[in-house]
């Protein structure tokens, strides 16, 4: 399944330490995003969530999308509920085995359905409390891979389009692929926005 871990150079904070951060912050910061890698893998996200809801912290959770039942675990409980969430869909679902995933994605695995299960959880919100994001990295995403995406969102979708930066990719291999053009990201988004009219280019 999709993770990450710590880029080279950078120096991770203990829970407690984020804790203490967020008391010291409360007259000044309202809400927290709890981001990855992806955080349905991190077994301590629920008690983060909760911790920092009683704080009178709102929460933003962003998701790939792949863990379906530990999102819906997190919504149903009302002490661990995100207050938005913020799917990312990176190319055509039947892409993602084979391209995404990699070795990493077990066979027995329906990606497919795992993120139309997480893109119908995240529907269930308020159209303010939530959004699809999608990179537009040159070989992932082309006019049938967004037509592919746009079938798992609802029609008032917020679709937040991103331009592909070059640079300090997870694959080093992706750092040779120039991204997209002015004229190829207008004519990608405007084709978005045909399937669904909240496609923004952010």
Wanted: charged share 20%; proline share 8%.
């Amino acid at each position: 399944m999709l993770g990450g871990k710590a880029a080279e150079g950078d120096t991770l904070a203990t829970v407690e330490e984020l804790f203490a951060h967020l008391e010291r912050r409360r007259n000044m910061l309202s809400g927290l995003v709890v981001s990855g890698g992806e955080p349905l893998i991190n077994p301590l996200t629920p008690y983060i969530i909760e911790r920092a809801k009683n704080l009178g912290y709102k929460i933003k959770l962003d998701t790939n999308g792949t863990l379906p039942a530990a999102l819906e675990k997190l919504m149903n409980d009302p002490a661990t509920k995100p207050d938005f969430i913020a799917m990312d869909i990176k190319t055509a679902p039947v892409r993602y085995a084979g391209e995404i995933c990699g070795q990493q994605s077990s066979a027995k695995e329906d990606i497919p359905s795992l993120l139309r299960q997480s893109a119908a959880l995240t529907a269930s919100y308020p159209p303010d409390c939530r959004e699809w994001r999608t990179v537009l990295v040159p070989p992932l995403v082309g006019i049938n891979d967004i037509t592919a995406m746009a079938a798992l969102l609802p029609s008032d979708a917020s679709w937040q389009f991103a331009q592909f930066r070059n640079e300090n990719c997870l694959n080093p291999s992706y750092n040779t692929i120039p991204p997209h053009t002015d004229a190829e990201l207008a004519a990608l988004v405007e084709f978005a926005q045909s399937l669904v009219p909240g496609a923004r280019l952010r």
